[in-house]
């Protein structure tokens, strides 16, 4: 059985940071793309970053870039994502995912993780 877990949420200041980690098993995803989405109360989830499997090639959404960064671990299991300089609208709950395709199109990701709250106070 496939599973992703985040962790690595919790509440923090503006200006400060975070690092969410997310581990998966049940299957190697040497093929895919990691990505990290995210979703506010009341809005639709939106794409924050994704990476190929090698590392090679990433992809950031315009309101994070220069302020995340997306990341593969040396254990082969694991993606990061290092968040700098938090502003509050950065408060949603944080999601992995695992898709064929380097893309910011959360229906194009197959399998996911059940989330982490990241809430940042002004």
């Known amino acids: 059985q496939v599973q992703l877990v985040e962790s690595g949420g919790g509440l923090v200041q503006a200006g400060g940071s975070l690092r969410l980690s997310c581990a998966f098993s049940?299957?190697?995803?040497?093929?895919?793309?990691m990505g990290w989405f995210r979703q506010a109360p009341g809005k639709e989830r939106e794409f924050v970053a994704a990476?190929?499997?090698?590392?090679?090639?990433?992809q950031y959404a315009h309101s994070v870039a220069g302020r995340f960064t997306i990341s593969t671990g040396n254990a082969k299991n694991t993606v990061y994502l290092e968040m700098n300089s938090l502003k509050p609208e950065d408060t949603a709950v944080y999601y992995c995912?695992?898709?064929?395709?380097?893309?910011?199109?959360?229906?194009?990701?197959?399998?996911w993780g059940q989330g982490t709250q990241v809430t940042v106070s002004s």
């Open positions: 995912a695992a898709g064929p395709v380097l893309t910011g199109a959360p229906s194009v990701y197959d399998y």
């Open positions: 990476i190929t499997w090698t590392g090679n090639n990433r």
């Open positions: 049940g299957r190697t995803f040497s093929n895919h793309v």
